[in-house]
C-alpha cells in the first residue's frame, strides 16, 4: 500500500516533468525500481550523460536504468560527441553562406560541403543567393538549379524516412518561397511541395512568415487556396503582431 500511495502521487508529478519527485520521497523510499527508472526515461533524450551524472540527477542507486547507462555509456557518449561535432560543423556551413559575397562561393560551399546540407542549410542557401546583389548568370543558375534539386530530395526524404533533418519548418518553407519568388524560378513541383507541408505547419507561422509566403504566392501567381485560407486565418490571430 505504500509503495501504491508513492506511486500514485509521483505519477502526479509528470506534469511537472519528475523535478520534484525527489524533494516529495521519503529518504528510504524509492531509492531504486520502477519510479526511479520512469524517471531515468526522462533523460533518455540527454543521452544519458555519465553514471555519476545520472546518480546526481535521479537518484539512482543502481537498478535497470543504471546498468543499461553503464553498459552503454561509452556508446552514448561518443554518439552525443559525434552529434554535437556535426551540428558545430552544420553551423560552420551556415555561416559560410551567410558570408558568400556572390553565387560563386555558396557554389564552394556546396562542393566542399554538400552531403551535410539539410533542409535548414538549403533554405539559407536559397535565401542567400536571392538577396546577392550581383550575380554570375552561369554560377547563379548552376547553384540556383543544385538548391532546387536538393530541396526536392530533402522533402522526398522526409515523406519517405520521416529524417526530422529534411523537414523544412515554417520559417524555412516561408524563407524558400520568398527567395524563389525573388529570384523568379519556375518551380510548381517544389512549390506544390513547400505549400502542402505549409498547411500542416499553419500554426506555426508567425507575422513575417504570413507575408512573406502570401508575397511569394501572389508574385509566383501560384494558386493555393487552401493554404491562403489558412495562413489569412493565421494572420487574423496574430493581427496584433502586424
Sequence with gaps: EADGRRCRKACRLDSEG??????????????????????????????YGTKPQLEARTGWQGGERHWRAEKQGQGCEQKQAQGGSEKQQQIQVGRKITESQDPSDIK????????????????????????????????????????????????????????????????????????????????????????????????????????????ALATMEQVQPDLVKKLCSQACSQSAEF
Excluded at 516529495?24 to 526522462?42: S, V
Excluded at 548568370?137 to 534539386?149: I, K, S
Excluded at 505549400?195 to 512568415?209: L, M, Y
Aim: glycine residues 8%; neutral net charge.
Design 18 to 47: 519528475w523535478g520534484r519527485l525527489l524533494q516529495e520521497m521519503d529518504p528510504g523510499g524509492w531509492q531504486g525500481g520502477e519510479r526511479h527508472w520512469q524517471t531515468g526515461e526522462r533523460y533518455q533524450q540527454g543521452g
Design 108 to 215: 564552394d560551399v556546396l562542393t566542399k560541403h554538400g552531403d551535410m546540407f539539410t533542409a535548414r542549410l538549403v533554405a539559407t542557401a536559397l535565401n542567400k543567393l536571392a538577396k546577392l546583389p550581383s550575380r554570375d548568370a552561369r554560377a547563379f543558375d548552376e547553384v540556383c538549379g543544385t538548391l532546387c534539386t536538393m530541396a526536392k530530395q530533402q522533402i522526398r526524404a522526409f515523406e519517405t524516412q520521416g529524417s526530422t533533418s529534411a523537414d523544412f519548418n515554417a520559417q524555412e518553407i516561408s524563407n524558400t518561397l520568398w527567395a524563389l519568388a525573388k529570384m523568379e524560378q519556375h518551380q510548381p513541383d517544389l512549390v506544390n511541395k513547400l505549400c502542402s507541408q505549409a498547411c500542416s505547419q499553419r500554426a506555426e507561422f508567425n507575422a513575417q512568415g504570413v507575408s512573406n509566403t502570401l508575397w
